[in-house]
């Protein structure tokens, strides 16, 4: 069965930290491209990172630059999204998704989703 299951996420105070697991299941993430989105309470979903493993090369939304990183995994089939400085309007839930081309295809799979909170 082909499945992103997503792990971590959860309740942090602003400036604090999280990291999110995106697991690859049933597929090998050679030649994927991972993006993270997320959506808030009456917005938009928006992409906020992706990683491409067939070249290592990085997306981020301006939003989130130098306070997010993306990583892969490859031998635990595995994209990471570490997340520092958090503030409250990171609140969201977290979606990882493949797509078999690039950061900018139409991805074919998506993970679950997980709730991140940022409050004091």
């Known amino acids: 069965q082909v499945q992103l299951v997503q792990s971590g996420g959860g309740l942090v105070q602003p400036g604090g930290s999280l990291r999110l697991s995106c697991a690859a299941s049933?597929?090998?993430?050679?030649?994927?491209?991972i993006g993270w989105f997320r959506q808030a309470p009456g917005k938009e979903r928006e992409g906020v990172s992706c990683i491409s493993s067939s070249d290592g090369s990085t997306l981020y939304a301006d939003s989130v630059k130098g306070r997010f990183t993306i990583s892969i995994d490859n031998a635990k089939n595995t994209v990471y999204l570490q997340m520092n400085s958090l503030k409250t309007e990171d609140t969201a839930v977290y979606y990882c998704?493949?797509?078999?081309?690039?950061?900018?295809?139409?991805?074919?799979?998506w993970g679950q989703g997980t709730q991140v909170t940022v409050s004091s």
């Open positions: 998704a493949g797509d078999s081309g690039s950061c900018f295809g139409g991805y074919d799979y």
């Open positions: 049933g597929f090998t993430l050679d030649y994927y491209a």
